[in-house]
């Protein structure tokens, strides 16, 4: 089945980076794009981008320009999500999830389980 | 400030009719973006639910149904089970410069 297994969870402090993994199977991993989603504790969903597995072009969300950097492994079929010069609000549950396109549209199935970044001095 | 806003929250007893809107403006849902909705249970992944507006997805009951019109879509779950007590999301696109994807705030459903 579609399955998409990300790292595990992670404590850092203010100002370091952090690199999560998400490692698919089930799939032609380079058939479909990856999006990263995090969820800052209670609240809501925030997209953070999405990468083209395929061809490596990215798309990220404005707030986080400069920030975030998503890149794939095709060898082994694993996205990453990098987060640099972390702040307190970066603390969250960051999700990563298969992108289906079409017509114009894209909507995420199946989604990762997630992995909790804890950013605290 | 979610770009689309949903209910904070909704409630309604087993075997009722509940609906959760969705409502965005004219650069998303009315500028004619489809809208897709996800089920949270507590403490899990998000789950897809509905997608272009009014797809089940195979596995999900035709208990859950979707809709849109103009700048607000909708969903819409019948025969409420105790189950269904969870957090539920719409996302669309949005063509500003801040975001190309968007979430509502997200919608807590209890089951009374």
């Known amino acids: 089945q579609v399955q998409l297994v990300q790292s595990g969870a992670e404590v850092k402090k203010p100002g370091a980076s952090v690199k999560v993994s998400c490692k698919a199977s089930g799939y032609t991993f380079t058939s479909y794009g990856i999006s990263w989603v995090r969820q800052a504790p209670g609240q809501g969903l925030e997209w953070m981008g999405w990468i083209s597995a395929n061809n490596g072009n990215t798309n990220y969300a404005q707030k986080l320009q400069g920030r975030v950097t998503m890149t794939t492994d095709t060898s082994t079929s694993t996205a990453y999500m990098e987060l640099r010069s972390l702040r307190s609000d970066d603390t969250a549950v960051y999700y990563c999830?298969?992108?289906?396109?079409?017509?114009?549209?894209?909507?995420?199935?199946?989604w990762g389980q997630g992995t909790l970044v804890t950013v605290s001095s | 400030q979610s770009v689309l806003t949903q209910p904070p929250s909704v409630s309604g007893a087993p075997g009722q009719r509940v609906t959760i809107s969705c409502t965005g403006s004219?650069?998303?849902?009315?500028?004619?973006?489809?809208v897709h909705w996800y089920q949270q249970l507590p403490g899990t992944a998000p789950k897809l639910l509905i997608y272009?507006?009014?797809n089940r997805p195979s596995g999900v009951p035709d208990r859950f149904s979707g809709s849109k019109s103009g700048t607000s879509a909708s969903l819409a779950i019948t025969g409420l089970q105790a189950e269904d007590e969870a957090d539920y999301y719409c996302q669309s696109y949005d063509s500003s410069l801040s975001a190309y994807v968007v979430f509502g705030g997200g919608t807590k459903l209890t089951v009374l």
């Open positions: 272009v507006n009014s």
């Open positions: 999830a298969r992108i289906i396109a079409a017509a114009g549209t894209q909507w995420f199935d199946p």
């Open positions: 004219s650069s998303n849902i009315g500028a004619g973006y489809d």
